[in-house]
């Protein structure tokens, strides 16, 4: 059974700085890995996909790393901002038919001006 | 377009009572899945279809059911709603790559 960690669960830092989040999954036979972003009451948005065969995918300030090998994937946000505050879910996709997720539990980021 | 829409936005459930979540995507997506998420955590498989007419049990299926007859709509059903299954509901889509999620639905059941 896939199983997906997060660490660290929470994280402050002010404003400005280049901050790591971490995902690491058991099972390295997945299809694809999935960051997400969670502002608190609400639903879920896509941030950046990575395939299997990929090593990372960037979109704008964000950059998240994929090495299968080890069973791990990283968010990089450079130059934080308070609007960056919110919760980061990494979520593996299966290789099975239903591609289902499964997710971590999730970094609550706080950027502090 | 749309993309995914869950109604209700919240409920408040007694012991015992019944209700439907809907879900609608108008993105012509063939996966369609129905996720909870409880204080704290991530997200857990509840039941997905890979098209209409088919659907299977995720990781915690007990306590509720499912039917897909169209593209567009996968439908939550709880039956004899217990405490246990005060969350919130994440209902999303799968395109070619892609997971899309719906803004979900909170429930409460006292």
């Known amino acids: 059974k896939q199983e997906v960690t997060q660490i660290p669960a929470a994280l402050s830092v002010p404003e400005g700085e280049n901050l790591v989040l971490n995902c690491s999954f058991t099972?390295?036979?997945?299809?694809?890995l999935q960051w997400f972003r969670q502002d608190p009451g609400k639903g879920l948005t896509s941030l950046l996909l990575i395939q299997s065969s990929q090593r990372e995918q960037t979109s704008g300030r964000l950059n998240a790393s994929l090495d299968k090998s080890s069973g791990r994937s990283t968010l990089y946000i450079a130059a934080s901002q308070p609007g960056d505050s919110a919760t980061y879910l990494c979520?593996?996709?299966?290789?099975?038919?239903?591609?289902?997720?499964?997710f971590g539990s999730g970094t609550q980021l706080t950027v502090l001006p | 377009n749309a993309g995914v829409t869950q109604t209700p936005k919240f409920r408040i459930l007694k012991i015992g009572q019944s209700m439907t979540l809907q879900c609608t995507q108008d993105?012509?997506?063939?996966?369609m899945y129905w996720y909870r998420q409880d204080p704290g955590m991530g997200l857990k498989l509840i039941y997905y279809?890979?098209?209409?007419?088919?659907?299977d049990k995720g990781e915690v299926p007990n306590g509720y059911n499912v039917s897909r007859s169209t593209t567009e709509d996968f439908p939550l059903r709880l039956e004899l709603a217990a405490p246990s299954q005060t969350s919130v509901y994440f209902c999303?889509?799968?395109?070619?790559?892609?997971?899309?999620f719906g803004p979900g639905t909170r429930l409460l059941v006292l």
């Open positions: 999303g889509s799968r395109g070619q790559e892609t997971q899309y």
């Open positions: 993105m012509n997506h063939n996966y």
């Open positions: 099972d390295s036979a997945i299809y694809n």
């Open positions: 279809s890979v098209g209409a007419g088919i659907t």
């Open positions: 979520a593996v996709i299966s290789s099975g038919s239903a591609r289902q997720l499964t």
